[in-house]
C-alpha cells in the first residue's frame, strides 16, 4: 500500500486527466458522485489536517514579511484574474461564477508537494496553505460575492457555513487528532495520505466532468483556455511579486506555485451546493490542468539549481 501511495503522488496529474476522461466516457454512471462532492472535500480535508502541526504555524511569527507576501497574493491576484480573464473570453451566468469561485479559494492541496518536488521552500508552502485555508471562510465568500454581484441568489452566511463544514473543521479535527496522536498518525496514516487525496480529487473531477459532458463538449474547450491562462498568470505573477520584494529563489519558487494552484475541490463544492454543477465546470478543468502544469514547472525548476546572493542579509521577512 505505501508503494501504491508513492507511485499515485508521483502520478497524481497523469490519474486526474484520467479520472475526466472517465467522466465523459460515462456520464451517467459518474454523475451521481457530484452530489457527494462536499463530504468527498472533507475528507480530503481531514488528511491535510493530519499533515499540519502546531510548529507549521510559527513561520508566521519567524518571518511574517514572506507569509503576508503570499496571502495577499493568494487572495487578490487570483481572483482579480479571474474576473478579467471571463470577462475577456466573454463568460457569463455560471461560467463566470465558476471562475470566481475558482479565484477566491485558497491555495491548493496539492501545492505542498509541487513545491518540495520544485525545490522550493517546503515550509513556506505549507504555512501558507494552512494560513490561507483558514483565511477562506471570511475572505472568499466576500471576493465571491463582490466579483460575481451581490444579485446571487445566495448570501454571505451560507458560503460561510459551507467553507466551515467541508474546510475549516475537517482541517482542525485532523490538526488535533495529530496533536493527541502524533505517533499513530505518523506511523500507520501519514504513508497512505497521498493516495486518499489522490483517489478523493480523481473521483471528484470525475463526477463534476460526468455531470457537465455536454458542455465539456460544447464549451469546454474556451472555458479549457481561460483556466490555462488562470492558471498560467497566477504563477508567473506569483513569481514576480515575490522576485520584487526580494524574497530569496526557494521563497520565489513557493510564493508562486501558492498563487498559481487553487482549491479547486473547494470551487467545485460551493458551485455544486449553491449554484449549478455546470458552475463546477471551471474549477474541474482547474483541476486537471493545474496539477499538469505544476508537474511540469516543478520538474523545469528541479534541473535548475537554486542561487543565492552569498550575503547573509536576505529580504526574507525573517
Not at 82 to 89: E, N, R
Request: proline share 5%; aromatic share 6%.
Amino acid at each position: 500500500m505505501r508503494k501504491v501511495a508513492e507511485l499515485a503522488g508521483r502520478w497524481f496529474a497523469v490519474l486526474v486527466l484520467l479520472g475526466g476522461i472517465a467522466g465523459l466516457a460515462a456520464p451517467t454512471a459518474l454523475e451521481p458522485i457530484a452530489g457527494h462532492i462536499p463530504l468527498l472535500l472533507g475528507i480530503i480535508m481531514f488528511g491535510m489536517g493530519l499533515t499540519l502541526r502546531g510548529a507549521d504555524f510559527v513561520l508566521v511569527l519567524r518571518r511574517p514579511w514572506a507569509v503576508l507576501l503570499g496571502v495577499v497574493c493568494q487572495f487578490t491576484i487570483m481572483p482579480l484574474l479571474a474576473w478579467g480573464i471571463g470577462h475577456l473570453f466573454g463568460l457569463d451566468g455560471t461560467a463566470m461564477i465558476g471562475m470566481i469561485l475558482v479565484g477566491a479559494a485558497p491555495g491548493g492541496t496539492a501545492s505542498n508537494v509541487i513545491v518540495y518536488l520544485a525545490k522550493g521552500d517546503t515550509a513556506l508552502s505549507v504555512t501558507l496553505t494552512s494560513v490561507s485555508t483558514l483565511l477562506a471562510p471570511l475572505l472568499t465568500p466576500a471576493l465571491v460575492l463582490w466579483l460575481a454581484g451581490t444579485d446571487l441568489d445566495v448570501t454571505y452566511g451560507s458560503l460561510v457555513g459551507s467553507i466551515v463544514q467541508v474546510v475549516l473543521i475537517p482541517v482542525l479535527a485532523g490538526l488535533l487528532v495529530r496533536a493527541f496522536a502524533g505517533g499513530l498518525v505518523e506511523q500507520y496514516m501519514l504513508p497512505y495520505l497521498p493516495l486518499v487525496s489522490v483517489a478523493g480529487i480523481v473521483v471528484v473531477v470525475a463526477g463534476i466532468v460526468a455531470a457537465n459532458a455536454d458542455a465539456v463538449l460544447s464549451t469546454g474547450l474556451l472555458v479549457a483556455l481561460a483556466v490555462i491562462l488562470h492558471n498560467s498568470l497566477g504563477l508567473l505573477l506569483g513569481y514576480g511579486v515575490a522576485r520584487a520584494a526580494g524574497l530569496e529563489e526557494t521563497a520565489r519558487r513557493a510564493v508562486s506555485v501558492e498563487v498559481g494552484m487553487q482549491n479547486s475541490g473547494l470551487a467545485a463544492s460551493l458551485a455544486t451546493t449553491h449554484f449549478t454543477p455546470a458552475a463546477a465546470l471551471p474549477a474541474a478543468l482547474f483541476s486537471v490542468w493545474h496539477n499538469i502544469s505544476g508537474s511540469l514547472l516543478a520538474s523545469y525548476w528541479a534541473r535548475r539549481p537554486v542561487r543565492e546572493p552569498a550575503r547573509a542579509e536576505r529580504v526574507t521577512g525573517a
